[in-house]
């Protein structure tokens, strides 16, 4: 059985810290980009990140540039994305999803990955 499974979310204060994990279970990481998206309260999805599928190369949405890393250990079939100098307006439900097609659109749907977790919220207060 597939799954993706996100963990590390929680409230903290602006400026603080967290490190989300993203633990795959039923297929092999390491053949597939692997994403981290978000959805604030009322808004749209918003790709934060991706992450090739050796580990080299990233990318970034603009508003995280600076403060977000994302990782992964394909040995652990695990995605990270560690979130320093974090904001009110990063509040918000905290997706991973893996797809193996090269330069997904940064639009694509949640639902359009080949496979997603169910979210880790992640709330930060003024």
């Known amino acids: 059985q597939v799954q993706l499974v996100e963990s590390g979310g929680g409230s903290v204060q602006a400026g603080g810290s967290l490190r989300l994990s993203c633990a795959a279970s039923?297929?092999?990481?390491?053949?597939?980009?692997m994403y981290w998206i978000r959805q604030a309260p009322g808004k749209g999805l918003e790709r934060v990140s991706r992450?090739?599928?050796?580990?080299?190369?990233?990318s970034y949405t603009d508003s995280v540039k600076g403060r977000f890393t994302v990782s992964r250990d394909n040995a652990k079939n695990t995605l990270y994305l560690q979130m320093n100098s974090l904001k009110p307006e990063d509040t918000a439900t905290y997706y991973c999803?893996?797809?193996?097609?090269?330069?997904?659109?940064?639009?694509?749907?949640?639902?359009?990955?080949?496979?997603r977790g169910q979210g880790t919220q992640v709330t930060i207060s003024s």
């Open positions: 039923g297929f092999t990481v390491s053949n597939y980009f």
């Open positions: 992450i090739n599928s050796g580990g080299g190369t990233t």
């Open positions: 999803a893996a797809d193996p097609r090269f330069l997904l659109p940064s639009s694509t749907p949640l639902s359009q990955y080949k496979y």
